[in-house]
């Protein structure tokens, strides 16, 4: 059990700029999360998959926002002409339907 | 929708006892109740399925009132290791797969002090 593991650790990117994350599951977890923090906050859901298969994404996510599981093992989070406003911790999650929910390290994203 | 707690911020001195409490204005499936170091990621310290359960371990307990829609956590003579913020968490669905995506509340933030 190596842990969830997210790539970069930090992002810094101007605004309106595309900007990519990867996430790498425990590898026996077939459930995936995608949240989004900001400082003083709770981690806000963003999407989860089940294998391959994206279950739900949250309402508040606007159209910039992407998440691809492809083989049902790492997943990307793409958010295409970042904004200020998109400047947060992104926190990534994996679980199996026995197993709680184990988070990485995150990527903090700043938009300048 | 998101959990409700309180209080948003405690300090306690080494020793001392504190509760945090989570309610929904929802029906509560689920409970979960995770701790997050500064600079660190969140990490899992129980879940709560049915009304009425009580869980814990080393000084750290929580129980679950389904009825009120409320669950607690209770941490025992406080140890500066208990510092951080902690937060609850509601499960989607009831009783069917417990981990399950989980909308987390706001965060009370713990400061033990020697």
Not at chain 2, 32 to 50: C, D, N, S, T
Not at chain 2, 99 to 108: A, L, N, Q, S
Request: with cysteine; charged share 20%; hydrophobic share 30%.
């Amino acid at each position: 059990d190596t842990g969830v593991s997210q790539d970069p650790r930090h992002k810094i990117t101007k605004r309106g700029q595309n900007v990519t994350f990867r996430c790498d599951p425990i590898s026996e977890h077939n459930r995936l999360y995608w949240y989004r923090q900001t400082l003083g906050q709770g981690p806000e859901f963003l999407t989860y998959f089940q294998n391959e298969a994206q279950l739900e994404k949250s309402r508040l996510l606007s159209d910039r926002f992407s998440a691809e599981r492809p083989k049902g093992s790492f997943s990307t989070l793409e958010i295409q002409r970042t904004e200020q406003g998109d400047s947060a911790m992104y926190l990534c999650a994996s679980s199996s339907e026995f197993t709680p929910l184990h988070f990485g390290n995150g990527t903090r994203l700043t938009v300048t | 929708q998101q959990p409700v707690q309180s209080p948003q911020a405690v300090i306690l001195r080494e020793g001392e006892d504190a509760v945090i409490n989570c309610s929904s204005s929802k029906a509560l499936y689920s409970v979960h109740w995770y701790r997050q170091k500064h600079g660190e990621a969140p990490v899992f310290l129980m879940i709560l399925l049915k009304g009425g359960e009580q869980k814990g371990h080393d000084k750290i307990s929580a129980s679950f009132n389904e009825k009120k829609q409320q669950s607690s956590l209770y941490l025992t003579a406080s140890q500066l290791s208990y510092s951080g913020t902690y937060f609850c968490g509601t499960g989607a669905k009831k009783w069917e797969t417990s981990y399950d995506k989980v909308i987390f509340g706001p965060g009370t933030s713990l400061s033990v002090i020697p």
